[in-house]
């Protein structure tokens, strides 16, 4: 079974920034994609950063120049580091892998239980 958890949400005023954290745990052979993606209320999930294992990295267009994926890829762990926030960050965050876990041929999607960011005005 694999796991994500993610931890560093909160709440903070405009213009301030939070480090959110996400720990991959379980039998995994390889991640193929570390990511974060986010969700406000009444809206859509939707992409914020993704992170390919060649390195190649992808940002949603509202964050561009604002936050930072990053990766510690053999402790299976990954960032997001958000800078300038504002009001319409706001939503709950989550963490997403696309993983090949032990005794599979193929690649799985996995997500965290999600993490909460609000941003005050």
């Known amino acids: 079974q694999v796991q994500l958890v993610e931890s560093g949400g909160g709440e903070v005023q405009a213009g301030g920034s939070l480090r959110l954290s996400c720990a991959a745990s379980g039998r995994i052979v390889s991640i193929i994609e570390m990511g974060w993606y986010r969700q406000a209320p009444g809206k859509q999930r939707e992409l914020v950063a993704t992170?390919?294992?060649?390195?190649?990295?992808n940002y949603g267009d509202s964050v561009q120049g604002r936050f930072t994926i990053s990766a510690k890829v053999h402790e299976k762990t990954w960032f997001l580091e958000t800078a300038t926030l504002e009001p319409d960050d706001t939503a709950v965050y989550y963490c997403q892998a696309k993983v090949i876990p032990e005794s599979a041929v193929k690649w799985f999607t996995y997500w965290g239980q999600g993490i909460q960011v609000t941003v005050s005005s």
């Open positions: 992170r390919h294992l060649s390195g190649t990295i």
